[in-house]
């Protein structure tokens, strides 16, 4: 399995915007 730059960072990308948006969104 190759990985270049554009994949790698559409992968990252997916990965963590649902992260980013559930952090923002839980109460602290």
């Not at 270049?4 to 952090?23: A, C, G, Q, S």
């Amino acid at each position: 399995m190759q990985f270049n730059i554009p994949m790698l960072l559409t992968l990252f990308r997916v990965i963590l915007i649902p992260f980013f948006v559930v952090v923002f969104y839980l109460p602290f």
